[in-house]
T-cell receptor
Framework: DVKVTQSSRYLVKRTGEKVFLECVQDMDHENMFWYRQDPGLGLRLIYFSYDVKMKEKGDIPEGYSVSREKKERFSLILESASTNQTSMYLC????????????FGSGTRLTVV | AQSVAQPEDQVNVAEGNPLTVKCTYSVSGNPYLFWYVQYPNRGLQFLLKYITGDNLVKGSYGFEAEFNKSQTSFHLKKPSALVSDSALYFCAVSAFTTSGTYKYIFGTGTRLKVLA
């Protein structure tokens, strides 16, 4: 089974801190994604990557950046954390675009105080 | 605009009864359709998908879904609900875009509560 591992399940950070959320997948998937999940809003795409060193903005990229230096690792960076970035963050990967489903990590619940 | 709708925020069903969680979509071209389940404080898990062929697809944990092209729907069903099915369910569609890539669109989720 493909595994997508997110480094932290729960994280508490202070406003203004730089925050790194790490995601690693072990099945050589081309595509990786970062979503945030908020009640009533569903899943919103922050950034995605179809290849190493490649990134594309999703629907809500403001306040975030990403890094994909290796195929298996996709990092989400909050440059200066704010309270409105308190959320559940989900990383996902897929083999290819189109017909393949996503494999999700267990999520990181981030609280910014 | 391409979209996915899950019209019910919550569905309540008694244990042992059949359940249906509704999903409709609006995309151009032929869509690929998916259902995922999320248990509390966990990521989403893949349940099933429709790509082509038989309109009734079977997936994990006894779930199935029926693709209806004329109604642009992909409802999730199970003949007999279990209390352990209580979770958040997401419908998703993968649609080809004018930029030559696929866009994956999630519904807002439906909370299923199975009552003992």
């Amino acid at each position: 089974d493909v595994k997508v591992t997110q480094s932290s399940r729960y994280l508490v950070k202070r406003t203004g801190e730089k925050v790194f959320l790490e995601c690693v997948q072990d099945m050589d998937h081309e595509n990786m994604f970062w979503y945030r999940q908020d009640p009533g809003l569903g899943l919103r795409l922050i950034y995605f990557s179809y290849d190493v060193k490649m990134k594309e903005k999703g629907d809500i990229p403001e306040g975030y950046s990403v890094s994909r230096e290796k195929k298996e690792r996709f990092s989400l960076i909050l440059e200066s954390a704010s309270t409105n970035q308190t959320s559940m963050y989900l990383c996902a990967s897929s083999l290819q675009q189109g017909i393949y489903g996503y494999t999700f990590g267990s999520g990181t619940r981030l609280t910014v105080v | 605009a391409q979209s996915v709708a899950q019209p019910e925020d919550q569905v309540n069903v008694a244990e042992g009864n059949p359940l249906t969680v509704k999903c409709t979509y609006s995309v151009s071209g032929n869509p690929y359709l998916f259902w995922y389940v999320q248990y509390p404080n966990r990521g989403l898990q893949f349940l099933l998908k429709y790509i082509t062929g038989d309109n009734l697809v079977k997936g994990s944990y006894g779930f199935e879904a029926e693709f209806n092209k004329s109604q642009t729907s992909f409802h999730l069903k199970k003949p007999s609900a279990l209390v352990s099915d209580s979770a958040l369910y997401f419908c998703a569609v993968s649609a080809f875009t004018t930029s030559g890539t696929y866009k994956y669109i999630f519904g807002t989720g439906t909370r299923l509560k199975v009552l003992a």
